[in-house]
């Protein structure tokens, strides 16, 4: 299952805003991909504690779910000097203790970084369908 969940917002897990909907949407996927905007248009805006935001709030409602495969998507690069890109990366990644969790750059306005996303998405997808198949 592919499911599109717009921002949890913090307090989602004790009902704020439509975050108990919404994470219960989540618990039925096998793999969440977490698409942040590592150039947001408000400076006061901080990624990183977006997706701790998340993450918290995945970890109130269910702790199981806190554990699903999830990837970091960082959308928007496109905005970002190309120069620039990896160390900005990679020191966000660093600040989100990601460790060797998948993560990918991407710009839905270019198309850049997105194909490759779509096929590991699909391969783990399949693998976890053929899994389940044999299971």
């Keep these: ?5 717009p921002g949890v917002i913090e307090g989602a897990a004790e ?9 219960k949407h989540v618990s039925r996927t096998s793999l969440l ?12 805006i901080d990624p990183v504690e977006q997706v701790k935001t998340i993450e918290r709030e995945l970890k109130k409602f ?3 779910l806190s554990k699903r495969p999830r990837w970091l998507v960082f959308n928007k690069i496109d905005l ?3 120069e620039d890109r990896d160390g900005h990366l990679k020191a966000m990644v660093k600040r989100l203790r990601w460790g060797r ?3 990918f750059a991407v710009s839905a306005a270019t198309g850049e970084g997105c194909d490759e996303v779509a096929k590991r998405a699909m391969a ?3 693998t976890e369908k053929r899994d389940a198949a044999e299971g």
Excluded at 33 to 44: K, Q, S, T, Y
Aim: proline letters at 5%; zero cysteines; aromatic letters at 8%.
């Design 62 to 64: 269910d702790a199981e």
């Design 101 to 103: 969790k998948p993560w």
């Design 33 to 44: 991909l977490h698409v942040v905007d590592v150039a947001p248009m408000d400076d006061a």
């Design 1 to 5: 299952m592919i499911a599109d969940i």
């Design 80 to 82: 970002i000097a190309e």
């Design 15 to 23: 009902g704020a805003g439509l975050g108990i909907q919404f994470l």
């Design 124 to 126: 783990f997808i399949e």
